[in-house]
C-alpha cells in the first residue's frame, strides 16, 4: 500500500487573482480540503488549500502560496497528495483505487490472469482495467463481488471469476 493518496489535481488557472480549477478525486469534492496540507508528487511542494466556489467539472480554489495568473498556469497538471495515514479508515468491502493498482488478478483456479492497471467508474459501478500478460489491449473487468469475490490486499492479489469470453484465449 502507498504511503500516500492523490486526492485530486489542478487543472489550470481560475480567473486573473492567482485562484486555480481544482479535480477533486475524494468521494465528496469539497472534502479534499478536510485533510489539511497537501504536497505534489514529490513531496516537495506543499499547498494550504481554501475552497473559493464551484466550476464546470471542478472546484475553484486558492492555494497558498500561489498569487498570481501565471502562477497558477503553471500549476496545470500537477496531482495533489496526502499521507494515507490522515485518510479515514475503509470500511469492510471497501478500497482506495491506489490499494488496488498493481494487484495480480488470478482466476478461481489460481492462474495469473493479470494486472489492474487502473480503477475507473463511468457511472455504473467500478471497473478495473487489467492487463493481461502478452497482450496489446486491456480487459475491464467489473468490480463487484460476482466476478470479484476476493481482494486480498497482503496477498497482493485479486481473485476474479470472470465472464466467459471476456478474456479472449487469442
Known amino acids: 500500500m502507498t504511503a ?4 485530486g489535481a489542478i487543472a489550470g488557472a481560475f480567473g486573473v487573482k492567482g485562484e486555480v480549477r481544482l479535480k477533486s478525486f475524494c468521494a465528496e469534492p469539497a472534502a479534499i480540503v478536510d485533510y ?11 499547498f494550504d488549500v481554501t475552497l473559493t466556489g464551484q466550476v464546470k467539472n471542478g472546484l475553484s480554489a486558492r492555494l497558498s502560496g500561489v498569487r498570481t495568473k501565471e502562477e497558477a498556469d503553471a500549476l496545470r497538471g500537477v496531482r495533489l497528495y496526502v499521507e494515507r495515514d490522515r485518510l479515514p479508515d475503509v470500511g469492510e468491502d471497501e478500497f482506495y ?7 495480480r488478478v488470478v482466476d478461481t ?3 495469473e490472469i ?5 480503477v475507473l467508474n463511468h457511472g455504473a459501478s467500478d471497473l478495473l482495467e487489467v492487463h ?5 489491449v486491456t480487459v475491464l473487468l467489473p468490480f463487484t463481488r460476482a466476478v470479484v469475490p476476493t481482494v486480498d490486499l497482503a496477498g497482493g492479489r485479486i481473485v476474479a471469476d470472470p465472464p466467459e469470453g471476456l478474456f479472449p484465449e487469442d
Open 4 to 7: 500516500r493518496i492523490c486526492v
Open 36 to 46: 489539511g496540507t497537501l504536497t505534489d508528487e514529490a513531496g516537495t511542494r506543499r
Open 114 to 118: 493479470g494486472t489492474v492497471r487502473a
Open 97 to 103: 483505487h491506489a490499494d488496488l493498482i498493481g494487484l
Open 109 to 111: 483456479g489460481g492462474t
Open 132 to 136: 493481461a500478460p502478452g497482450k496489446k
